[in-house]
């Protein structure tokens, strides 16, 4: 099992930043990925940005590209998504992600936390 914990959402104002954070615990150690997803109000969830645990190769949703940044810190089985230039459709409710080795879907998931970008 791997428990996720989100923190680092708020309101803010278009044009501002934000750095979310996810700290992971338990079987951490067979992690392949961790990744960044967001459902808005009345939509589906959607992918936002991925990284690799082990080589830190990345991948962005084209929405986020140029604005938003995934990185990991490893000693501390955290993951962060920094977000820049927000804009109000970037309003959304984020989730952390894992996906475990050899399994083809992200498996575990953290409670959420809620960004607004004011307009």
Do not use: H
């Amino acid at each position: 099992q791997v428990q996720l914990v989100e923190s680092g959402g708020g309101l803010v104002q278009a044009g501002g930043s934000l750095r979310l954070s996810c700290a992971a615990s338990g079987r951490t150690f067979s992690t392949y990925a961790a990744a960044w997803f967001r459902q808005a109000p009345g939509k589906e969830r959607e992918f936002v940005a991925a990284i690799n645990w082990n080589d830190g190769t990345t991948a962005y949703a084209d929405s986020v590209k140029g604005r938003f940044t995934i990185s990991r810190d490893n000693p501390k089985n955290t993951v962060y998504l920094q977000m820049n230039s927000l804009k109000p459709e970037d309003t959304a409710v984020y989730y952390c992600a894992d996906q475990q080795v050899g399994s083809p879907r992200y498996d575990y998931w953290g409670q959420g936390t809620q960004v607004t970008v004011s307009s």
